[in-house]
């Protein structure tokens, strides 16, 4: 049992507020999943920076200097803005590549939570009011934004397990269920060049995602994909740089709602995580229907 939000905002003026109602629906699933939270917050688009999320055990030591050795390697102006045991390091969209091969060098024991134009992801160990305050996440904006609160099944509880997981630039997913076919997937996946930080299933939907909107599809026929190609019990919400989506499996037996007004689309494991949004009382409230993809861009 695990608890996933989205919210995909339609009016600008909740923009500034994201981070808070994000942050909201997320607490109140808190119970859903002990072991680990994380969001994912999608902000305003830069035309002269990208950004990479990355996360330490030694913050501190790893931190240090970073951006003056990241800068000399790769020959470009970068900048770092951390918080706890995160940083966000932004430099110039066509190095960013350059970037995370060079951090690897650099850092090995840094790992990388996201990367993207507009992207930012924070995840950790503890309850998702934790891990909220310890980001900051409240003050964040942005134009939509998913999150996860995890309860533990299939692999260890740790920062690299816990979600959202992202496999693609300004792509990112977190899931409730469980898949069975995991292992041939990553398989396959690995043979067309994927990589894996970890034996989580959720990351092998994100990759495969990535693959599919890869080879040209968007991200309603990536979704729809999922039902053919993936065994198991699952409700995905995705993230991308301007859409958001939907998808439960065709048995559909982990709980899922969502709410539509003329200023947001919202997602919640309950419904308890819609409650305090504006205007949820006049809302168009359903029940997203077994093998049905639902998404929205911007």
């Not at 990355?54 to 900048?79: H, M, N, T, Y």
Request: glycine share 8%.
């Amino acid at each position: 049992m695990c608890g996933i939000v989205g919210l995909f905002l339609k009016d600008k003026s909740l923009e500034p507020k994201l981070g808070a109602m994000l942050s909201e629906m997320l607490v109140s699933l808190s119970d859903r999943g002990p072991d680990s939270a994380g969001i994912a917050i999608y902000g305003a688009p830069s035309r002269n920076e990208a950004k990479i999320t990355i996360q330490s055990a030694k913050p501190a030591s790893d931190f240090r200097d970073l951006d003056i050795e990241l800068a000399k390697a790769i020959g470009a102006p970068v900048s770092i803005a951390v918080k706890s045991t995160h940083a966000v390091v932004r430099t110039a969209p066509a190095k960013i590549d350059e970037a995370r091969e060079a951090m690897q060098t650099l850092r090995p024991d840094i790992r990388i939570m996201g990367a993207g134009d507009v992207v930012e992801i924070y995840k950790e160990v503890g309850l998702p009011e934790a891990v909220v305050d310890r980001f900051d996440v409240r003050k964040m904006t942005g134009t939509h934004g998913i999150g996860h609160t995890r309860m533990a099944t299939e692999s260890a509880v740790t920062t690299m397990g816990a979600h959202p997981f992202s496999t693609g630039a300004d792509q990112c997913l977190v899931h409730n269920g469980s898949l069975s076919n995991h292992n041939n997937v990553r398989r396959e996946l690995i043979r067309e060049g994927m990589k894996f930080e970890t034996e989580n299933d959720t990351e092998v939907a994100a990759a495969y995602l990535s693959s599919q909107m890869a080879h040209g599809k968007n991200l309603g026929e990536a979704l729809e994909g999922t039902l053919s190609d993936l065994d198991g019990f699952f409700t995905f919400v995705v993230g991308t740089k301007n859409g958001f989506g939907v998808v439960r499996d065709p048995i559909a037996c982990k709980p899922a709602v969502m709410a539509e007004t003329d200023q947001y689309v919202a997602f919640g494991s309950e419904y308890r995580a819609l409650t305090k949004l504006p205007g949820i009382d006049n809302a168009r409230v359903w029940e997203p229907e077994p093998a049905t993809v639902y998404f929205w861009e911007h």
